[in-house]
C-alpha cells in the first residue's frame, strides 16, 4: 500500500483569522517563529471529523462522551502503555487554566509552589496570580551535557511549605525527553517533601529522536500514581490550540474531588469541535503524526547544521522533543535578542518570560523553506549589524 503524502511544504495564510502567532507583529514582513502554535494544517482525517460535526448542523451543549473517552484511554494505553481509568479523566478547555487552578486547589495562600527554569512560561505566573510564592530552581547540565533536573539545588531551595512541584516533561523550551531515571529520582524528592506533582505532558508525542521514549510519570510507580495529577492534550501534535480541548488525569481519588471541587462553575465546558478533534487526532491521526516527527526531524536537523556553520556563537544544546529551540545568543551580546531580531523580520520569543535572560526560543514547526528564510535573516541582521 502505497503512503499517504501529507503537506509540510505549503501552509495557508493566517493573516485576517485573528491568529495569535501571525497578527502578533505590526509589520507584514515579521516571520513569526515564536509561540507554540505550528503552521502547517492539520491532518486531513481530523478536518474531515470536523466537517462531519459541522454538517450535523446542531451545535448544543457537549458533555464528556464515550467517543472522546475512549479515543483518549486507547491512546494511552498504545502509545504510553498507561492503563488510565474513564474516571480519572478530566476534559478540560486548556491546561494553562488547569495548572492555574492546580496552584488553588492543592496549596494555601502561605504556601509556595517549585518548579525547575527556564520553563513555559504560565508555570511561573501561576503561582504568582494564585498569591503563592514561586520557587524557581535553575536546570542544570549532567555529564552528557543536557540539560536536567538539578536535585542538589532543589533540596537546598525546598521550604517546610512547599506543596506543590510543576513539571515539563518532555521539557519546554529545552526539548529534553526525562529517562526514567530522572523521572523516579523527582518521585522520590516529592515523597521525601510531600509535594503533589503537576506533570504537564503536553509535548510527549513530539519526540524525534528515536533513541528515547516518553514515560508517563504517573506509570511508574504507585506512589507517584498517588500524588500525580498528569496534564495532556493533542493541541501541540496535532496543532488544534484553537479548538480548546486538553484533559487532566488524576488516579488519587481525594485529590481528584479537591481539583473538581476549585474548578466547578469556573471552567468552561469543551466545545463539541474540540472532543471531535481530539478523538479523530488520537483514532485516526498517528500516520500523519508520523510524517510530521519526519518533518520536524528534518528541520531539526536544517538548524542545527545551519547554527553551527553559519551562526556559531549560538549555543544549541542537543534536544529530542518538541519543535521549540532553546537558543542560547548571550555570545552576540545583544541588548535585547529578541527585539533585535524583531526589528530585522524574524519573530521569537524572548527568552526572559521563560526565567532565561539572554536566550531566545525559536519555533522550528513551520515549512523548511520558512525556516530557512528566517535563519537566512538571523545570520544578515547579525552580519550588518552597527
Ligand atoms: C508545557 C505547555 N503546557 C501547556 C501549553 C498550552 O496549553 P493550552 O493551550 O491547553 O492552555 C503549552 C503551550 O505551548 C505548553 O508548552
Redesign the pocket.
Known sequence: MSKIHYNFETCPGRRGHGSLKWEKYADPEVLPLWV?DMDFETAPEIVSALQARLDHGVFGYTIPHAEPIEAVLRYLERAHGYAAKAGWLNFLP????AINLCCHAFTQPDESVMTATPV?P?FLTAPDYAKRELIGVPLCFNESDQWTLDFEAMEAAIRPNTRLFIL?SPH?PVGRVFTQAELLALGEFCERHDLILIS?E??CDLIFDEAVTHTVTASLNESLAARTITLM?P??TYNL?GLAC?FSIIENRELRQQFNQTIRGIITEVNCFGYAGCAAAYNHGEAWRLALIDTLRGNYNTLRAFLASELPQVIFRPMQATYLAWLDVRGLELKQPAQFFEQNGIGLSCGEPFGGPGYVRLNFGCPKTRLEEGLERMARALKHRD
Open positions: 507554540a486548556g491546561l494553562v487554566p513555559y504560565p515539563c519546554n504537564d503536553i509535548h492534550a493541541s501541540k490550540p486538553a
